[in-house]
């Protein structure tokens, strides 16, 4: 271990040297903890990461003011859209992705080194249960969506397959998320199948550059961000995991988001039959001006309706390429945010506003660098709404999330013939009627081991009334009669 002396000095080098202004205070145990930590801080990328910060925070925020004359529509011939393709397009799609799956060559990759922070918990977001009646955690149904898919494929092609699933966590959340998974019996997964790994952590910094402590022994962290992914790779050497695998093709998501749809055939068979190297599934731009938002094509479409979800497609190859090549040209992001800090007295801190800076990669930061790039386009209210904010928010909150799902299981059930009465027998509103946001008429859910994405629910459901709630779980599928008003 090094000794302080040696940390000292490192530390000067590194202009941070505040960072053992309480070491005579500490006891022995304490002071090996910090030493530890800061051992592993290499003075020369301290002191950039530092002035990058602080050079970072002075800059304007928000987007640049060049960026509606930067933009560039997606040329058309590499847009795909999962709606208002043709159907056999769409089913050539799928079929390929299905092939892929059986063929054991698609992996999923799951985002979740974030804490749960703006949600108002302690935990990983993946463990939060948003409501639903069958008080399934995102986990859980993430976990049941895969086991689904692989059913699918394995019953198209007559062969048992495995989608792996890759879980990138964070200190924060990979000691939950691993005691969470072996409490549940990895959901039925074979632990085998699910790899979790660590990405790094960078330390906080001050506006004017200087790192924050959160302790007197303990220097302020955060996760990298999600673009953090790509030297994660490399330090657990999970891109070898997947070759000896045989895995080219990784479906990489955020964990907050509740319609996600693991390994979705249709988006892998897609990027496949494109050649794609990097994909997006996409709905519309968050950052962008509304000017630039209403710009239309000459056949009257929006001309920028390709808004990034974190729902991505890459190779094996193109992560490869990024994790030997392009990582170190990828630009960290400022956050500013509330970090709980120690005064010049040892006290704890707990801003009330943003008092310093995390810097983060983004995920998708990587797509200048592919040679062929290429977009699905979906439908927000089939694919996409995320876990962001406590109630009472107005959006991305536990009350969205659930009426997202629990809508768009009722949308299935009708199209799968079922109908809903009210409390006095009377029939509730089919599709043209269902409200954008808030809750469905009725109360639906479908376990995603009963369907995927709306398929064959009408042997349950065809011709027949029910009052709510209906919850179509995997044991009442295998009853000959579910219970019906």
Partial sequence: MASEQDVRARLQRAGQEHLLRFWAELAPEPRAALLAELALLEPEALREHCRRAAEACARPHGPPPDLAARLRPLPPERVGRASRSDPETRRRWEEEGFRQISLNKVAVLLLAGGQGTRLGVTYPKGMYRVGLPSRKTLYQLQAERIRRVEQLAGERHGTRCTVPWYVMTSEFTLGPTAEFFREHNFFHLDPANVVMFEQRLLPAVTFDGKVILERKDKVAMAPDGNGGLYCALEDHKILEDMERRGVEFVHVYCVDNILVRLADPVFIGFCVLQ?????????????????????????????????????????????????????????????????????????????????????????????????NFAALEVLREEEFSPLKNAEPADRDSPRTARQALLTQHYRWALRAGARFLDAHGAWLPELPSLPPNGDPPAICEISPLVSYSGEGLEVYLQGREFQSPLILDEDQAREPQLQES
């Fill in 275 to 371: 050649g794609a190297d990097c994909g997006a599934k996409v709905v519309e731009y968050s950052e962008i001006s509304p000017e630039t938002a209403q710009l239309r094509a000459s056949d009257g479409s929006l001309l920028y309706n390709a808004g990034n979800i974190c729902n991505h497609f890459f190779t094996r190859g193109f992560l490869k390429a990024v994790t030997r090549e392009f990582e170190p040209l990828l630009k960290p992001h400022v956050a500013v945010k509330k970090v709980p800090y120690v005064d010049e007295e040892g006290n704890l801190v707990k801003p009330l506003k943003p008092n310093g800076i995390k810097m983060e990669k983004f995920v998708f930061d990587v797509f200048r660098f592919a040679k």
